[in-house]
């Protein structure tokens, strides 16, 4: 790995001297963000200055294995969703800086919080993006160990941003072998938990749970604020997803559930294996959309209020369902195939035998809504599928 021996120039920059610096945004675990301007060219920039003493701290675990910084490995990467970093250097207090582009947008985790129609609609378009940033990282040979909500930005035209590379480490044995138990407790993988060997798959089990709660606003499992708390609870399984989102896509439920899998070898081997997934499952929902979206259309044209081409269409793409959903009048509904790999398939089969009862919700299709004015797509208020075709 070519970062291992580089050794950065090391420049002493007085910051509120070389940027205008205008005010605190963010206040992270190991560092401080100012938003701030760069007055050599206008750019709106975030100058992220890291703690000196915990820094030290943590590098201290990785004493002779040659880690890269946080900053090096940050100006190390060009992905459209990942947050690029400009310029690296030392304070004239001799803290490491980190100069972006200023992300105009908020948190992930607010938008978990909300659950509004943004979220539902751009929810897809969100998971694949954090999975595409995630594979690059990973085919770039990093463990990340920290994916959360947290440390993830939604810009303003509904991009994903990674931001933060703080506890990441090479993905190389050394970086494998257990002990260093790092993260935000309610992602850490058990494996890690249990101080077991680690590799990039504990980044597919927190890909998984940021996924879990895009759509359910809680975590697979009650939420622990230390890791022995999660120990508690850790080997007990997840709860079914569509237990608590029961009108979710099928496919896109298993596509989840198996990222959650205790054992590291029953999940996703790799990320670029979940977000295939998670684009077939997208691609099938806008292709039913579309189809829904000319025939309303057509509808329109002939003055009939729900053609029956329309129920033909949507019958056609649809098995019959087993179960009807909850009763919604406002919107009528298609339901979609959703085709669910073998593998999805057991997982959320795992998930649904903890509790029989439960089976029926996991039976249930994507439904897609009427088309409205702005081209996207809604769907009835208690469905979490509204897609965006633009
Ligand atoms: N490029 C950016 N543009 C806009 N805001 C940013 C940017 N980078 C960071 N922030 C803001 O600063 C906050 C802290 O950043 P970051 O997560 O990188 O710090 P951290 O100390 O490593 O945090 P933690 O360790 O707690 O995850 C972010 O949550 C975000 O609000």
């Given at each position: 790995?070519?970062?291992?021996?580089?050794?950065?120039?090391?420049?002493?920059?007085?910051?509120?001297?070389?940027?205008?610096?205008?005010?605190?945004?963010?206040?992270g675990?190991?560092?401080?963000?100012?938003?701030?301007?760069?007055?050599?060219?206008?750019q709106?920039?975030a100058?992220?200055?890291?703690?000196?003493?915990?820094?030290?701290?943590?590098?201290?675990?990785?004493k002779?294995?040659?880690?890269?910084?946080?900053?090096?490995?940050?100006?190390?990467?060009?992905?459209?969703?990942?947050?690029?970093?400009?310029?690296?250097?030392?304070?004239t207090?001799?803290?490491?800086?980190l100069i972006?582009?200023?992300?105009?947008?908020?948190?992930?985790?607010?938008?978990v919080?909300?659950?509004?129609d943004?979220?539902?609609?751009?929810?897809t378009?969100y998971?694949?993006?954090?999975g595409?940033?995630?594979?690059?990282?990973?085919?770039?040979?990093?463990?990340?160990?920290?994916i959360?909500?947290?440390?993830?930005?939604?810009?303003?035209d509904d991009?994903?941003?990674?931001?933060?590379?703080?506890?990441?480490v090479?993905?190389?044995?050394?970086f494998?072998?257990?002990?260093?138990?790092?993260?935000?407790?309610?992602?850490?993988?058990?494996?890690?938990?249990?101080?077991?060997?680690?590799?990039?798959?504990?980044?597919?089990?927190?890909?998984a749970?940021?996924?879990?709660?895009m759509?359910?606003?809680r975590?697979?499992?009650?939420?622990?604020?230390?890791?022995?708390?999660v120990?508690?609870?850790?080997?007990?399984?997840p709860?079914?997803?569509l237990?608590?989102?029961?009108?979710?896509?099928?496919?896109?439920?298993?596509?989840?559930?198996?990222?959650?899998?205790a054992?590291?070898?029953?999940?996703?081997q790799?990320?670029?294996?979940?977000?295939?997934?998670?684009?077939?499952?997208?691609?099938r929902?806008v292709?039913?959309?579309?189809e829904?979206?000319?025939?309303?259309k057509?509808?329109a044209?002939?003055?009939?209020?729900?053609?029956k081409?329309?129920?033909?269409?949507?019958?056609?793409?649809?098995?019959?369902?087993?179960?009807?959903?909850?009763?919604?009048p406002?919107?009528?509904?298609?339901k979609?195939?959703?085709?669910v790999?073998a593998?999805a398939?057991?997982?959320?089969?795992?998930?649904?035998?903890?509790?029989?009862a439960?089976?029926?919700?996991a039976?249930?299709?994507?439904v897609?809504?009427?088309?409205?004015?702005?081209?996207?797509?809604?769907?009835?208020?208690?469905?979490?599928?509204l897609?965006?075709?633009?």
């Amino acid at each position: 790995m070519s970062l291992f021996h580089k050794k950065n120039k090391v420049e002493s920059v007085d910051l509120s001297r070389r940027y205008n610096l205008i005010g605190r945004v963010g206040q992270g675990s190991m560092s401080k963000v100012w938003r701030a301007e760069d007055p050599m060219n206008g750019q709106s920039i975030a100058v992220k200055v890291l703690d000196k003493e915990k820094t030290l701290r943590y590098e201290a675990r990785f004493k002779g294995l040659h880690k890269p910084s946080e900053a090096d490995i940050a100006l190390s990467l060009k992905h459209p969703n990942i947050v690029r970093t400009l310029e690296v250097g030392q304070t004239t207090e001799n803290e490491t800086y980190l100069i972006m582009p200023f992300v105009e947008g908020c948190g992930l985790g607010l938008l978990v919080d909300l659950q509004n129609d943004r979220m539902k609609r751009y929810r897809t378009r969100y998971m694949i993006e954090i999975g595409d940033a995630l594979a690059y990282f990973h085919k770039q040979d990093w463990i990340h160990r920290d994916i959360c909500p947290r440390n993830i930005m939604v810009t303003e035209d509904d991009h994903i941003k990674l931001i933060d590379f703080g506890l990441t480490v090479p993905n190389t044995p050394d970086f494998r072998k257990p002990g260093n138990r790092t993260g935000t407790a309610n992602y850490m993988a058990p494996e890690l938990i249990k101080r077991q060997p680690t590799d990039q798959r504990i980044d597919v089990f927190s890909y998984a749970v940021t996924c879990f709660e895009m759509y359910a606003k809680r975590h697979p499992w009650d939420a622990a604020m230390t890791i022995d708390a999660v120990m508690q609870h850790i080997n007990k399984p997840p709860v079914p997803i569509l237990d608590l989102c029961p009108r979710m896509d099928q496919q896109i439920a298993g596509i989840i559930m198996k990222g959650l899998e205790a054992n590291p070898g029953e999940r996703w081997q790799n990320i670029d294996e979940m977000v295939t997934e998670l684009r077939t499952a997208e691609a099938r929902l806008v292709k039913v959309t579309r189809e829904l979206l000319v025939l309303r259309k057509q509808a329109a044209a002939g003055g009939k209020q729900r053609p029956k081409t329309e129920k033909k269409a949507a019958a056609s793409t649809a098995p019959p369902l087993k179960k009807a959903a909850p009763e919604k009048p406002a919107a009528p509904a298609a339901k979609a195939k959703a085709p669910v790999s073998a593998a999805a398939k057991a997982s959320v089969k795992r998930s649904s035998e903890q509790k029989p009862a439960k089976k029926a919700a996991a039976a249930k299709a994507p439904v897609v809504a009427p088309p409205q004015a702005d081209s996207s797509v809604n769907a009835s208020d208690d469905s979490d599928e509204l897609l965006s075709l633009d």
